[in-house]
């Protein structure tokens, strides 16, 4: 569940991985997958901005 920026907050998402730096070094952002039927968003996120669900 992503909880910053406001225009995703509140939506769930999947995590795609750690994005890395342009010389290969992981850096301490996540990518995630926005879930939307409008459009595909991927933004890019520290670890206090989305919280991990797992389903029941």
């Known amino acids: ?4 920026p406001f225009y995703v ?3 769930v998402g999947v995590v795609c991985g750690r994005e ?3 010389d ?15 459009e595909n968003i991927i933004v ?6 989305f919280e991990v669900i797992t389903p029941e």
């Open 9 to 11: 907050n509140g939506k």
């Open 44 to 49: 890019s996120l520290r670890r206090n901005e």
């Open 24 to 38: 290969g070094q992981s850096s301490t952002r996540w990518l995630i997958q926005v879930d939307s039927d409008e």
């Open 20 to 22: 890395s730096h342009s």
């Open 1 to 4: 569940m992503i909880l910053r």
